[in-house]
């Protein structure tokens, strides 16, 4: 088979505007750069009205273009299967609309709110829970729609972290971000702000220098980048973490376990670890969320806690992230994991450890656990931070 078109194209690859104005997002685009599958061009032929397709080219380079099973390529080429919903999948899975007391708000936590400030991301993953809300027109949340956010979260003081996601934040403009960042953080109950980001893994070459300066004045901020499978962390990708590292923003990574994909114990162990020596901390495994036309992709929760037991014990406690599910309809997300209690008592509980031996733990005779000094602590004079805003 030959094909007509590089799969790397044009001057600017380490640019990373150009990288968004050069995205990969037809079927014809697609078929000149590698021989789709069947169901695979009957996804693309299916897509246009339908769901979003679009790959940054640094992205694309990294598709096995023989092998249909490649995960990076199962992320972004979508598949015949998302027309098919299964009873239960949810335009909106996870009750986000129905939470929503701004525009661009979901406050589902007592303390904490997340802030979806675009619908744009670089590429669209095809397991997307928010696919309902991204990338219809590529529009940014309008200027009084933010405002109006923004307004909410000054006027609720139990709001102490604040998420920002969309969409993907770091597709802004730099002004554009500080403009959010500075509006959050001239906010005196907001403690800590988080962004999610897909960037340092499909458009590495987005964190720059002058991202990573101007992030650095909104401390004590927070990112949570969300890399799927090894073969995502290139040179380039492991570089974007470190300079974000390097610029004291504390990483954190939330994995989406994806049948075919991830959902293998020699690749979680890969991810995980590799991770860990970009300065990446693994915080979240979700399993897939019902979200419509994503159903192909999710894993049994058996599956998931299989494969949770594999990691526990195996590789070091920092590689593990929680195992969770959230919940459909908004109930929140729910840690889930292998069961190591074998026997509870007043006396001892009996575990199993992660070579299935068993083990007592005896328990002490008082049970009181008071904390006799919180008294004086939390009276206000001694609390370095005397604030609690939690209701
Ligand atoms: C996931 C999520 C959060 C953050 O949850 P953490 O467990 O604190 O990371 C906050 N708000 C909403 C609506 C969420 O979905």
């Known amino acids: 088979m030959t094909l ?58 990294l598709i096995d273009r023989d092998n249909p099973a490649c995960p990076v390529r199962m992320q972004v080429i979508p598949s015949a299967r998302e027309l098919q919903n299964e009873p239960g999948d949810l335009a909106d899975p996870l009750g986000e609309d129905s939470h929503s007391p701004a525009t661009g708000i979901f406050h589902r936590y007592p303390d904490r709110c997340l802030l979806l400030a675009l619908d744009r991301c670089a590429i669209y993953c095809r397991h997307c829970n928010r696919r309902r809300l991204v990338g219809k027109e590529e529009s940014p949340i309008s200027r009084d729609d933010l405002e109006e956010a923004l307004d909410y979260i000054r006027r609720t003081p139990a709001i102490r972290d604040v998420l920002v996601s969309g969409g993907d934040p770091l597709t802004l403009s730099n002004a554009r971000l500080e403009q959010i960042l500075a509006a959050l953080r001239a906010i005196p109950h907001v403690e800590i702000i988080r962004i999610g980001t897909r960037v340092p893994v499909v458009l590495p070459m987005r964190v720059d220098d002058a991202l990573c300066t101007m992030l650095k004045k909104y401390h004590p901020l927070y990112i949570n980048t969300h890399f799927n499978h090894p073969k995502e962390l290139t040179p380039l990708a492991r570089a974007a973490c470190e300079k974000l590292a390097d610029a004291g923003i504390p990483l954190g990574n939330q994995t989406v376990l994806l049948r075919g994909v991830n959902s293998s114990v020699r690749v979680l162990r890969k991810l995980f670890t590799e ?46 992230p929680h195992l969770v599910i959230d919940t459909p309809g908004g109930m929140g997300k729910v840690s889930i994991g292998p069961d190591y ?17 068993l083990v007592d733990y005896p328990q002490p005779a008082d049970k009181d656990a008071t904390c006799a000094y919180d008294e004086v602590y939390f009276s206000g004079s001694q609390a370095p931070h005397g604030h609690e805003h939690t209701p």
Request: glycine fraction near 10%.
């Open 4 to 61: 007509a078109l590089p799969i790397i194209d044009g001057d600017g690859f380490d640019d990373w505007h150009w990288q968004l104005r050069n995205r990969i997002t037809g079927k014809d685009e697609i078929a000149a750069r590698l021989p789709l599958t069947a169901d695979e061009a009957a996804g693309l032929d299916a897509a246009p009205g339908q769901f979003r397709v679009a790959i940054t080219p640094y992205y694309f380079s």
């Open 275 to 320: 991770l860990l020596r970009c300065r990446v901390r693994p915080y979240y495994l979700f399993q897939g969320d019902v979200a419509a036309g994503t159903s192909h992709l999710r894993t049994s929760v058996e599956t998931g806690i299989a494969l949770m037991q594999e990691l526990r014990g195996h590789i070091s406690g920092l590689a593990i």
């Open 341 to 357: 209690v074998v026997a509870r008592g007043p006396d001892k509980w009996t575990l199993r450890n992660y070579e299935g031996k």
